[in-house]
């Protein structure tokens, strides 16, 4: 069965702090890997998306990192704000059904002042 | 622009009722998707729209859930005699193409407590 996990559960970090969650994935064949935050009460809004051939991709302070050997990904989160405590959501869709992302759990950041 | 819009955000019914959540995606996009969401968990595939019909509708837990996109903007999730398992967040996406590179854009969800 596809399955997508990520860790820490839950990780909390002080303001300005780095942290790195981290996602582990057995779908295959892979098509792409997005990360995705959500924060409560609202709907997951797209960080990154990668493809195959992609290891690394930034966007702002957050940089997803790729290795479809292992089947890892990292999401990499630099001077923490508050603003950034909310879950991160790995998704993972293989290539024969596109269309069918396969969610991780999510792992909940909280940053504190 | 506006985003996605999911109607009501909260709503509350007794075992066995039936209810309808309504999404309404952002203008042009022609992939919809409906996801249910527990408490400490991920989004849950249930089905997948491009334009009217349903490409994947292979989430659906049972016959009990229906959706329907018949001029392929507005979808409508419908759910029969519910029961109290099905009280979750319902999640709507859409993405411009349903492309694998197309993001997803989420509304805030629908709420749905069966009591």
């Known amino acids: 069965k596809n399955q997508v996990e990520q860790s820490p559960q839950s990780l909390i970090i002080l303001e300005g702090k780095n942290c790195t969650l981290q996602c582990n994935y057995t779908v295959s064949p892979f098509s792409n890997l997005r990360w995705y935050k959500q924060d409560t009460g609202r709907g997951p809004v797209s960080l990154t998306i990668m493809t195959f051939s992609e290891n690394t991709k930034s966007n702002g302070r957050y940089t997803a990192t790729l290795d479809a050997d292992t089947k890892q990904s990292s999401l990499h989160i630099t001077a923490s704000q508050l603003s950034d405590s909310a879950s991160y959501i790995c998704?993972?869709?293989?290539?024969?059904?596109?269309?069918?992302?396969?969610f991780g759990p999510g792992t909940r950041l909280s940053v504190l002042p | 622009g506006a985003g996605v819009s999911q109607t009501p955000s909260n709503k509350v019914t007794e075992k066995g009722k039936y209810v309808e959540l309504r999404c309404d995606p952002i203008s042009g996009h022609t992939a919809l998707y409906w996801y249910r969401q527990s408490l400490g968990q991920g989004p849950e595939f249930l089905i997948y729209?491009?334009?009217?019909?349903?490409?994947?509708d292979s989430g659906l837990p049972n016959d009990r859930f229906f959706a329907v996109r018949p001029e392929g903007s507005v979808s409508t999730l419908k759910i029969q005699r519910t029961e109290r398992g099905d009280s979750a967040v319902y999640l709507c996406a859409s993405s411009k193409s349903g492309q694998l590179d197309s993001p997803l854009h989420f509304g805030n969800g629908t709420r749905l407590t069966v009591t």
């Open positions: 998704v993972v869709s293989d290539s024969t059904r596109g269309q069918n992302f396969v």
């Open positions: 729209f491009q334009g009217t019909g349903a490409a994947d």
